[in-house]
Structures are given as C-alpha cells and as structure tokens.
T-cell receptor
C-alpha cells in the first residue's frame, strides 16, 4: 500500500502557477497516480491521472519523474475558485478496500488570494 | 463525465433513530460502490465497499451492524446508520469506480448527517 505525503497547506495569488508535490516512495509497478479536488461540503472531483512522464488536460498538468517516487500537480494561472483541498492517491486497478487508490491522505489545502 | 447522486443532501435526526442515505449512479452501472465518512477538517475515511449481489466489505474498525449497506441494484447502494448517536454526525460520501476499474472514482455530492 503506497503511502502518500503532501504539504498540509499552500498559499498563492490569483494568476500564479501552483505546483503541489506528492511523495510516494513505495509506489508499486502497477500503481497509477490520481489527483482529486475537494471544496467544502462537496464530494471530491477527479482532476487528473497519470502513470509516468507528463499528462496534461484542460485544467492541470501532472509531472511524474522516471523513478515515480513523487508527482507534481501543476495548476496554471490559479483563480480564487481554485481554493480547495487537493488529494493525491496512488494505487492500481482494484476494488479491494485496502487499495491505495481508495485511501485518502491529509491532502493539501490551497488558498488563493486576490 | 459520469454522475453519482446522493439523497438526502442533509439530514437532522434525533439520537437513537435510523437514517438511510441513497447513492445512485445516474448514467452508468456500478457493481461496486464505496462509502466514505469525513469529519470536519479531516480527510475522507473509507468505511466500506458495497457489492451488488453480495455482502459489503467493511474496513477495520467500522461496525457492520451499525452501518448497514445494501446494494439493491446496479445503480443504487444505500447506507443506513442505525441507532444514530451524536458521534455519528459527519459528512458521508459515496463513490463509484470508473468503468476501467477503481483507479479513479466518481464521487457523490455528500450527505451531511447531524444527530441531535
């Protein structure tokens, strides 16, 4: 079970690029890295997922180094509405409750200021 | 993307009563769904895995007799909090894995339970 470690909180200003790094030293060969965003009193929302190198979609980029022991979520030009908690999960394609892709760490609380 | 709904969005009940929370996958079938609990300013904690046609699998420390789970169909899972007490007050969230497996999930909007 790959454990993840993220900074507890980060502050940023509108228009800046924000990079949130997640450490997962025990990542297994079959594990994927998935990031979610959660606003207060809402369920988490899928942001991006990757296995290696770089993945980009319309809202974020995910950078994964060759050793895959960490990953960085990059949010370009953040706005006030990006203030939320961001979670990094690591796991393979399984349905068991012990799977890492179902285990949420403490997450990173991002605060975007005007 | 796929949509998961929950009902009710919030509920207030008296101590000792039972509360049922529904989780529905609106545009896809889900043979497996997951139930989480989240206390204020804390992360989500997986409670159990709901399996269509079979018994739910509970995480360590979660009382199966208190948190009854029924996966009635391929689009509906229910969580019943029996004999609720104030310490059961929490935010309950369900999810369903995407069609490719449990690598990523679609989450419901959550249900805020307050037990007086």
């Amino acid at each position: 079970l790959a454990k993840t470690t993220q900074p507890i909180s980060m502050d940023s200003y509108e228009g800046q690029e924000v990079n949130i790094t997640c450490s997962h030293n025990n990542i297994a060969t079959n594990d994927y890295i998935t990031w979610y965003q959660q606003f207060p009193s809402q369920g988490p929302r899928f942001i991006i997922q990757g296995y290696k190198t770089k993945v980009t979609n319309e809202v974020a980029s995910l950078f994964i180094p060759a050793d895959r022991k960490s990953s960085t979520l990059s949010l370009p030009r953040v706005s006030l509405s990006d203030t939320a908690v961001y979670y990094c999960l690591v796991g393979d394609m399984g349905y068991g409750g012990s799977q890492g892709n179902l285990i949420f760490g403490k997450g990173t609380k991002l605060s975007v200021k005007p | 993307g796929a949509v998961v709904s929950q009902h009710p969005s919030r509920v207030i009940c008296k101590s000792g009563t039972s509360v049922k929370i529904e989780c529905r996958s609106l545009d896809f079938q889900a043979t497996t769904m997951f139930w989480y609990r989240q206390f204020p300013k804390q992360s989500l904690m997986l409670m159990a895995t709901s399996n269509e046609g079979s018994k739910a699998t509970y995480e360590q420390g979660v009382e199966k007799d208190k948190f009854l789970i029924n996966h009635a169909s391929l689009t509906l899972s229910t969580l019943t909090v029996t004999s609720a007490h104030p310490e059961d007050s929490s935010f309950y969230i369900c999810s369903a894995p995407d069609r490719g497996g449990a690598v990523s999930q679609y989450f419901g909007p959550g249900t805020r339970l307050t037990v007086l």
